[in-house]
């Protein structure tokens, strides 16, 4: 058992008979009352994000995991195929698994997460950031930096995103993962 001071992102816990994982805490103390925290859980069986607020000292209970590396193979549809880069077992995933589907691009080295007591996976754990290139947008004008205006651009994986307007077909990009926004363009 856990309390709510063990609480970080990433943990998962067990709560109202399913796994949940933590995606967003907040550590409140007001000036008058008890302090407490509040969560965003993510269900790690179908994908339903929920708040939820714990008292502090609350007893919460953590579910043992364990992290692989496995290597994106493929897409069918909703579920997705990855591979053990140790023992190349390979493994099928459902979509509602992935927090950022969209920018998984095939070859891409993830982390999976294992519940211990029966092996079955939880979730994946995308790289901080991932360089995509971009597929599809608008033509950029010359002199457009100044501003702070953006638009649409489609990469590779067919995910779209904001883009500054001085980004052309063809650039590569780096796109933060946790939020799915443009970072900064790469130069090779």
């Given at each position: 058992?856990?309390?709510?001071?063990?609480?970080?992102?990433?943990?998962?816990?067990?709560?109202?008979?399913?796994?949940?994982?933590i995606i967003?805490?907040?550590?409140?103390?007001?000036?008058?009352?008890?302090?407490?925290?509040?969560?965003?859980?993510?269900?790690?069986?179908?994908?339903?994000?929920?708040?939820?607020?714990?008292?502090?000292?609350?007893?919460?209970?953590?579910?043992?995991?364990?992290?692989?590396?496995?290597?994106?193979?493929?897409?069918?549809?909703?579920?997705?195929?990855?591979?053990?880069?140790?023992?190349?077992?390979?493994?099928?995933?459902?979509?509602?698994?992935?927090?950022?589907?969209?920018?998984?691009?095939?070859?891409?080295?993830?982390?999976?997460?294992?519940?211990?007591?029966?092996?079955?996976?939880?979730?994946?754990?995308?790289?901080?950031?991932?360089?995509?290139?971009?597929?599809?947008?608008?033509?950029?004008?010359?002199?457009?930096?100044?501003?702070?205006?953006?638009?649409?651009?489609?990469?590779?994986?067919?995910?779209?995103?904001?883009?500054?307007?001085?980004?052309?077909?063809?650039?590569?990009?780096k796109i933060?993962?946790?939020?799915?926004?443009?970072?900064?363009r790469v130069?090779?």
């Amino acid at each position: 058992m856990a309390s709510t001071s063990d609480i970080r992102k990433g943990l998962c816990i067990r709560y109202n008979n399913d796994i949940y994982k933590i995606i967003e805490f907040l550590h409140v103390k007001p000036g008058k009352g008890p302090a407490f925290v509040r969560t965003k859980l993510k269900s790690v069986s179908n994908g339903k994000v929920l708040d939820n607020t714990f008292s502090a000292g609350h007893k919460i209970e953590d579910v043992r995991v364990e992290t692989q590396s496995f290597q994106y193979l493929y897409a069918d549809g909703e579920t997705y195929h990855f591979m053990n880069t140790q023992d190349y077992n390979q493994i099928t995933l459902q979509e509602s698994a992935l927090d950022a589907p969209g920018l998984l691009k095939e070859g891409e080295v993830v982390t999976i997460l294992f519940n211990t007591e029966d092996n079955m996976p939880l979730s994946v754990d995308m790289p901080a950031s991932v360089v995509l290139e971009i597929s599809y947008t608008e033509p950029g004008v010359k002199g457009n930096t100044a501003t702070n205006a953006t638009k649409p651009a489609k990469v590779e994986t067919g995910a779209e995103v904001n883009v500054p307007l001085f980004i052309n077909e063809g650039d590569k990009i780096k796109i933060d993962t946790s939020t799915g926004n443009y970072m900064e363009r790469v130069k090779e």
